[in-house]
C-alpha cells in the first residue's frame, strides 16, 4: 500500500514557475514508476509526465515538453515536478499516481493540488 501526498501547487503568473512534490509512505515507492496528471475544469484528466522506478527514464506530454521536469528522490520517498514557463492553459488539479511493477495503469493516486495560472 502506497499513499500519496501532492503539495506545492498555488497561483502564479504566466511564464512563472512552480515545483510541485509527492510524498509517499511505504516502504516500496522505490520500485513504483511515478506519475503526474492534471484536471482541468470541465476536462477529462490527462497524462502529464512519468518517471521508471530509477529515474532513469522519464516520458512527458507533447504540451509540457521542454518546460516540465519530472525526478523523483527515493530515499526521501518523494517525487517532483519542476514546471517552468507556465502557461494559463496549465491551469488544473494535478495528480501524483504510482505504478506497480508489472501493471499498466496506476494503483495509488492522491488527492491532488491546484495550479492555478494568471495571465
Known amino acids: 500500500q502506497v499513499q500519496l501526498v501532492e503539495s506545492g501547487g498555488g497561483l502564479v503568473q504566466a511564464g512563472g514557475s512552480l515545483r510541485l512534490s509527492c510524498a509517499a509512505s511505504?516502504?516500496?515507492?522505490?520500485?513504483?514508476?511515478m506519475g503526474w496528471f492534471r484536471q482541468a475544469p470541465g476536462k477529462e484528466r490527462e497524462f502529464v509526465a512519468s518517471?521508471?522506478?530509477?529515474?532513469?527514464?522519464?516520458s512527458y506530454a507533447d504540451s509540457v515538453k521542454g518546460r516540465f521536469t519530472i525526478s523523483r528522490d527515493n530515499a526521501k520517498n518523494t517525487g517532483y515536478l519542476q514546471m517552468n514557463s507556465l502557461k494559463p492553459e496549465d491551469t488544473a488539479v494535478y495528480y501524483c499516481?504510482?505504478?506497480?511493477?508489472?501493471?499498466?495503469?496506476?494503483?495509488?493516486w492522491g488527492r491532488g493540488t491546484q495550479v492555478t495560472v494568471s495571465s
Open positions: 499516481a504510482a505504478r506497480m511493477p508489472g501493471f499498466n495503469t496506476y494503483q495509488y
Open positions: 518517471i521508471n522506478s530509477s529515474g532513469g527514464s522519464t
Open positions: 511505504g516502504r516500496t515507492f522505490s520500485t513504483y514508476r
